[in-house]
């Protein structure tokens, strides 16, 4: 049976969108996601007065107007794996946006609730800050797109790669619950691709109770949605993986809490 929190790609829509979450589909509040895929030449428009986008060139080069600002030549690396930042623009709520593919592009539509609030802004690569996290089999490379530290009003986005054989997001943690200095609520979209593409990850997504308890194969291009609980995922041997979160919740803060059954794992001497 199909896990509820998986989502699939389908066949592209006349606009190229292949893949979407809306807070109705995932029966939540907060996070929006789409995956559009274009062929050069080919645009993609949207916007919203009530919700704020970060448009994210996973891979592919694209113009986008976004209000009345022009970026041009946004993006250029060829696949997500590629050791550089991805463009991206940051769009407020109230501003129209329209992105011409220049070649092919793999096009990450993040979005959140937000009032209408300052200009459409290219997110600078020098902005997107980069650490590694974990060591040995549990080590990760991350990217912070759209971190707390940079100007928007819901949204946080980031990319991380886990080499094959390693596990990321973990130990196990969760922000689902609004406990202040110790968690936030945060809703949270897993976009993830695989190379080769043919391979797959696992990945967990479970409640301390055990009321929510999925363990889901992970396909290229699939995403997961995580509404509450620990959310681990494990790459394996010969298949590297890339994901790209989006989180959102009542505030921009990333507070979590690791399951207290693994948190030895990183308070180890």
Same mark, same amino acid.
């Given at each position: 049976?199909?896990s509820?929190?998986?989502?699939?790609?389908?066949?592209? *829509?006349?606009?190229?969108?292949?893949?979407?979450?809306?807070? #109705?589909?995932?029966?939540?509040?907060?996070?929006?996601?789409?995956?559009?895929?274009?062929?050069? &030449?080919e645009?993609?428009?949207?916007?919203?007065? %009530?919700?704020?986008t970060?448009?994210?060139?996973?891979?592919?080069?694209?113009?986008?107007?976004?209000?009345?600002?022009?970026?041009?030549?946004? &993006?250029?690396?060829?696949?997500?794996?590629?050791?550089?930042?991805?463009?991206?623009?940051?769009?407020? /709520?109230?501003?129209?946006?329209?992105?011409?593919?220049?070649?092919?592009v793999?096009?990450?539509?993040?979005?959140?609730?937000?009032?209408?609030?300052?200009?459409?802004?290219?997110?600078?690569? #020098?902005?997107?800050?980069?650490?590694?996290?974990?060591?040995?089999? !549990?080590?990760?490379?991350?990217? !912070?797109?759209?971190?707390?530290?940079e100007? /928007?009003?819901?949204?946080?986005?980031?990319?991380?790669?886990?080499p094959?054989?390693?596990?990321?997001? @973990?130990?196990?943690?969760?922000h689902?619950?609004?406990?202040?200095?110790?968690?936030?609520?945060?809703?949270?979209? @897993? @976009?993830?691709?695989?190379?080769?593409?043919?391979?797959?990850?696992?990945?967990?997504?479970?409640?301390?109770?055990?009321?929510?308890?999925?363990?889901?194969?992970?396909?290229?291009?699939?995403?997961?949605?995580? $509404?509450?609980?620990?959310? $681990?995922?494990?790459?394996?041997?010969?298949? %590297?993986? @890339?994901?790209? !979160?989006?989180?959102?919740?009542?505030?921009r803060?990333?507070?979590?809490? !690791?399951?207290? *059954?693994?948190?030895?794992?990183?308070?180890?001497?």
């Amino acid at each position: 049976m199909t896990s509820p929190l998986l989502v699939r790609p389908h066949a592209p *829509a006349a606009d190229g969108t292949v893949l979407e979450v809306t807070p #109705a589909s995932a029966g939540w509040s907060h996070v929006g996601f789409a995956v559009v895929r274009l062929a050069a &030449g080919e645009t993609y428009s949207g916007g919203a007065a %009530d919700r704020e986008t970060c448009l994210v060139l996973v891979a592919g080069t694209a113009d986008v107007q976004a209000g009345d600002a022009l970026f041009a030549a946004i &993006g250029g690396r060829a696949t997500p794996f590629e050791d550089r930042a991805p463009g991206a623009v940051y769009v407020p /709520a109230g501003s129209d946006y329209t992105v011409k593919a220049l070649d092919a592009v793999e096009l990450a539509v993040c979005s959140a609730p937000a009032a209408s609030q300052g200009q459409p802004r290219v997110i600078d690569s #020098a902005h997107m800050s980069r650490e590694v996290r974990g060591s040995g089999t !549990n080590t990760r490379h991350v990217r !912070n797109i759209l971190p707390e530290t940079e100007p /928007a009003q819901s949204l946080l986005v980031v990319e991380v790669i886990t080499p094959g054989g390693h596990w990321s997001s @973990y130990p196990p943690h969760k922000h689902d619950t609004a406990t202040p200095g110790e968690e936030t609520l945060l809703e949270e979209t @897993y @976009y993830h691709r695989l190379q080769p593409p043919q391979g797959f990850a696992i990945q967990r997504v479970y409640t301390d109770d055990r009321s929510l308890d999925e363990t889901i194969s992970v396909e290229d291009g699939n995403v997961v949605m995580v $509404p509450r609980g620990y959310h $681990p995922v494990g790459a394996p041997h010969g298949y %590297d993986l @890339y994901y790209l !979160n989006v989180m959102a919740g009542p505030h921009r803060h990333w507070v979590f809490r !690791n399951d207290p *059954a693994h948190d030895w794992i990183v308070r180890k001497v």
